[in-house]
T-cell receptor
Protein backbone atom coordinates (compact mmCIF):
# COMPACT_ATOMS: atom_id res chain seq x y z
CA UNK A 1 0.00 0.00 0.00
CA UNK A 2 2.36 2.74 -1.20
CA UNK A 3 -0.32 5.42 -1.76
CA UNK A 4 1.41 8.74 -2.45
CA UNK A 5 5.20 8.61 -2.51
CA UNK A 6 7.34 11.71 -2.63
CA UNK A 7 11.11 12.14 -2.83
CA UNK A 8 13.37 13.37 -1.45
CA UNK A 9 12.25 13.45 2.17
CA UNK A 10 14.91 15.95 3.23
CA UNK A 11 16.93 18.42 1.17
CA UNK A 12 19.14 21.40 1.86
CA UNK A 13 19.65 23.81 -1.00
CA UNK A 14 21.73 26.93 -1.44
CA UNK A 15 20.02 30.11 -2.60
CA UNK A 16 19.77 30.10 -6.38
CA UNK A 17 20.03 26.34 -6.81
CA UNK A 18 17.32 24.41 -8.58
CA UNK A 19 15.71 21.13 -7.67
CA UNK A 20 12.71 18.95 -8.45
CA UNK A 21 10.44 17.24 -5.95
CA UNK A 22 9.07 14.01 -7.33
CA UNK A 23 5.66 12.56 -6.54
CA UNK A 24 3.93 9.39 -7.64
CA UNK A 25 0.61 7.79 -6.70
CA UNK A 26 -0.49 4.22 -7.30
CA UNK A 27 -4.24 4.68 -6.66
CA UNK A 28 -5.20 5.54 -10.26
CA UNK A 29 -6.33 8.99 -9.14
CA UNK A 30 -7.10 11.71 -11.65
CA UNK A 31 -6.28 14.77 -9.53
CA UNK A 32 -2.95 15.63 -7.93
CA UNK A 33 -1.78 18.54 -5.82
CA UNK A 34 1.28 20.21 -4.32
CA UNK A 35 0.87 21.99 -0.99
CA UNK A 36 3.35 23.73 1.27
CA UNK A 37 2.98 23.91 5.04
CA UNK A 38 4.48 26.68 7.12
CA UNK A 39 4.07 27.45 10.85
CA UNK A 40 1.01 29.60 11.45
CA UNK A 41 -0.04 29.44 7.78
CA UNK A 42 -1.48 25.95 7.49
CA UNK A 43 -1.46 24.13 4.17
CA UNK A 44 -1.42 26.32 1.09
CA UNK A 45 -2.00 25.04 -2.43
CA UNK A 46 0.86 25.68 -4.84
CA UNK A 47 -0.37 23.92 -7.98
CA UNK A 48 -3.11 21.52 -8.88
CA UNK A 49 -3.64 19.06 -11.73
CA UNK A 50 -7.26 18.06 -12.28
CA UNK A 51 -6.29 15.37 -14.77
CA UNK A 52 -3.40 14.21 -16.88
CA UNK A 53 -2.30 17.02 -19.18
CA UNK A 54 -3.76 19.88 -17.16
CA UNK A 55 -2.30 22.07 -14.43
CA UNK A 56 -3.69 25.06 -12.57
CA UNK A 57 -2.19 27.64 -10.21
CA UNK A 58 -3.11 27.55 -6.58
CA UNK A 59 -2.74 30.16 -3.86
CA UNK A 60 1.09 30.47 -3.88
CA UNK A 61 2.49 29.48 -7.32
CA UNK A 62 5.26 32.07 -7.66
CA UNK A 63 8.74 30.56 -7.88
CA UNK A 64 7.47 27.08 -8.77
CA UNK A 65 6.73 25.08 -11.89
CA UNK A 66 4.99 21.73 -12.20
CA UNK A 67 4.79 18.89 -14.66
CA UNK A 68 2.09 16.25 -14.82
CA UNK A 69 4.28 13.65 -16.46
CA UNK A 70 1.55 11.02 -16.70
CA UNK A 71 -1.43 9.95 -14.62
CA UNK A 72 0.80 8.67 -11.80
CA UNK A 73 3.45 11.38 -11.53
CA UNK A 74 3.34 15.08 -10.67
CA UNK A 75 6.62 16.91 -10.08
CA UNK A 76 7.33 20.30 -8.51
CA UNK A 77 10.37 22.31 -9.63
CA UNK A 78 12.09 25.18 -7.89
CA UNK A 79 14.08 26.96 -10.61
CA UNK A 80 16.03 29.34 -8.37
CA UNK A 81 15.51 28.51 -4.70
CA UNK A 82 15.01 31.32 -2.18
CA UNK A 83 15.05 31.19 1.65
CA UNK A 84 11.30 31.98 1.58
CA UNK A 85 10.78 28.58 -0.01
CA UNK A 86 12.03 26.81 3.12
CA UNK A 87 9.00 24.72 4.02
CA UNK A 88 7.47 21.27 4.22
CA UNK A 89 6.02 20.22 0.88
CA UNK A 90 3.19 17.74 0.54
CA UNK A 91 2.06 16.01 -2.59
CA UNK A 92 -1.50 14.70 -2.62
CA UNK A 93 -3.99 12.98 -4.89
CA UNK A 94 -7.73 12.34 -5.12
CA UNK A 95 -10.02 10.36 -7.43
CA UNK A 96 -11.48 13.57 -8.84
CA UNK A 97 -11.52 17.11 -7.45
CA UNK A 98 -11.07 16.96 -3.71
CA UNK A 99 -13.69 19.64 -3.14
CA UNK A 100 -16.46 17.27 -4.12
CA UNK A 101 -15.86 15.34 -0.96
CA UNK A 102 -13.54 12.81 -2.44
CA UNK A 103 -10.77 12.07 0.00
CA UNK A 104 -7.46 13.74 -0.70
CA UNK A 105 -4.59 11.44 0.19
CA UNK A 106 -1.33 13.04 1.25
CA UNK A 107 2.24 11.87 1.00
CA UNK A 108 4.62 11.89 3.96
CA UNK A 109 6.12 15.28 3.15
CA UNK A 110 9.44 16.68 1.94
CA UNK A 111 11.40 18.95 4.28
CA UNK A 112 13.23 21.58 2.25
CA UNK A 113 15.67 24.11 3.69
CA UNK A 114 17.13 26.89 1.55
CA UNK A 115 20.21 28.57 3.03
CA UNK B 1 -7.91 37.69 5.94
CA UNK B 2 -7.61 33.97 5.31
CA UNK B 3 -10.66 32.25 3.88
CA UNK B 4 -10.54 29.70 6.73
CA UNK B 5 -9.49 30.82 10.21
CA UNK B 6 -8.55 28.40 12.97
CA UNK B 7 -7.17 29.01 16.44
CA UNK B 8 -3.71 27.37 16.41
CA UNK B 9 -3.81 26.64 20.14
CA UNK B 10 -1.97 24.78 21.49
CA UNK B 11 -4.75 23.00 23.35
CA UNK B 12 -3.92 20.66 26.24
CA UNK B 13 -6.59 18.49 27.88
CA UNK B 14 -6.66 15.52 30.28
CA UNK B 15 -7.52 12.08 29.01
CA UNK B 16 -11.28 11.55 28.89
CA UNK B 17 -12.13 15.21 28.30
CA UNK B 18 -14.45 16.44 25.57
CA UNK B 19 -12.50 18.47 23.03
CA UNK B 20 -14.02 21.20 20.88
CA UNK B 21 -12.11 22.44 17.84
CA UNK B 22 -13.48 25.31 15.80
CA UNK B 23 -13.02 27.17 12.53
CA UNK B 24 -14.69 30.06 10.78
CA UNK B 25 -14.74 30.63 7.05
CA UNK B 26 -15.59 33.56 4.82
CA UNK B 27 -16.29 32.01 1.41
CA UNK B 28 -20.06 31.64 1.06
CA UNK B 29 -19.58 29.26 -1.88
CA UNK B 30 -18.02 26.55 0.30
CA UNK B 31 -20.23 23.48 0.38
CA UNK B 32 -17.82 20.77 1.49
CA UNK B 33 -16.08 20.76 4.84
CA UNK B 34 -13.42 18.43 6.09
CA UNK B 35 -11.34 17.74 9.16
CA UNK B 36 -7.86 16.31 8.71
CA UNK B 37 -5.63 14.91 11.46
CA UNK B 38 -1.88 15.23 11.17
CA UNK B 39 0.57 13.43 13.43
CA UNK B 40 4.04 14.85 13.91
CA UNK B 41 6.21 14.53 10.80
CA UNK B 42 3.43 12.83 8.85
CA UNK B 43 1.04 13.85 6.10
CA UNK B 44 -2.55 14.86 6.95
CA UNK B 45 -5.23 12.16 6.82
CA UNK B 46 -8.97 12.68 6.38
CA UNK B 47 -10.89 12.33 9.62
CA UNK B 48 -14.39 13.64 8.85
CA UNK B 49 -16.23 15.06 5.86
CA UNK B 50 -19.57 16.90 5.79
CA UNK B 51 -21.61 18.41 3.01
CA UNK B 52 -23.45 21.68 3.65
CA UNK B 53 -24.93 22.30 7.12
CA UNK B 54 -25.58 19.66 9.74
CA UNK B 55 -23.91 17.12 11.97
CA UNK B 56 -22.02 13.95 11.22
CA UNK B 57 -20.93 11.42 13.80
CA UNK B 58 -18.25 8.74 13.56
CA UNK B 59 -17.42 6.95 16.77
CA UNK B 60 -15.99 9.46 19.24
CA UNK B 61 -15.89 12.22 16.62
CA UNK B 62 -18.69 14.61 15.64
CA UNK B 63 -18.36 17.22 12.90
CA UNK B 64 -20.76 20.15 12.83
CA UNK B 65 -21.29 22.82 10.16
CA UNK B 66 -23.42 25.93 10.57
CA UNK B 67 -23.46 27.68 7.19
CA UNK B 68 -25.58 30.58 8.52
CA UNK B 69 -22.75 31.62 10.84
CA UNK B 70 -19.95 30.13 8.70
CA UNK B 71 -18.77 28.03 11.63
CA UNK B 72 -17.19 24.56 11.56
CA UNK B 73 -16.66 22.42 14.65
CA UNK B 74 -15.14 19.07 15.55
CA UNK B 75 -15.95 17.43 18.88
CA UNK B 76 -13.91 14.58 20.31
CA UNK B 77 -15.52 12.62 23.14
CA UNK B 78 -13.54 10.58 25.67
CA UNK B 79 -10.28 11.96 24.29
CA UNK B 80 -7.26 9.65 24.29
CA UNK B 81 -3.50 10.33 24.25
CA UNK B 82 -3.50 8.84 20.75
CA UNK B 83 -5.69 11.82 19.67
CA UNK B 84 -2.71 14.12 20.24
CA UNK B 85 -2.08 15.65 16.81
CA UNK B 86 -2.67 18.75 14.74
CA UNK B 87 -6.23 19.08 13.48
CA UNK B 88 -6.84 20.96 10.25
CA UNK B 89 -10.23 22.14 9.02
CA UNK B 90 -10.80 22.74 5.31
CA UNK B 91 -13.51 23.98 2.98
CA UNK B 92 -14.16 23.70 -0.74
CA UNK B 93 -16.78 24.43 -3.34
CA UNK B 94 -17.93 27.12 -5.74
CA UNK B 95 -15.09 28.57 -7.79
CA UNK B 96 -12.60 26.66 -5.67
CA UNK B 97 -14.17 23.36 -6.66
CA UNK B 98 -11.53 20.67 -6.65
CA UNK B 99 -9.19 22.59 -4.35
CA UNK B 100 -9.32 22.65 -0.56
CA UNK B 101 -8.64 25.75 1.52
CA UNK B 102 -7.17 24.85 4.91
CA UNK B 103 -7.14 26.56 8.26
CA UNK B 104 -3.87 27.00 10.14
CA UNK B 105 -4.37 23.87 12.23
CA UNK B 106 -4.87 23.40 16.00
CA UNK B 107 -2.24 21.51 17.99
CA UNK B 108 -3.96 19.19 20.49
CA UNK B 109 -2.26 17.33 23.33
CA UNK B 110 -4.20 14.82 25.43
CA UNK B 111 -2.23 13.94 28.54
CA UNK B 112 -2.79 10.76 30.57
Amino acid sequence: NAGVTQTPKFQVLKTGQSMTLQCAQDMNHNSMYWYRQDPGMGLRLIYYSASEGTTDKGEVPNGYNVSRLNKREFSLRLESAAPSQTSVYFCASSPVGGGSGNTIYFGEGSWLTVV
Amino acid sequence: QKEVEQDPGPLSVPEGAIVSLNCTYSNSAFQYFMWYRQYSRKGPELLMYTYSSGNKEDGRFTAQVDKSSKYISLFIRDSQPSDSATYLCAGAGGTSYGKLTFGQGTILTVHP
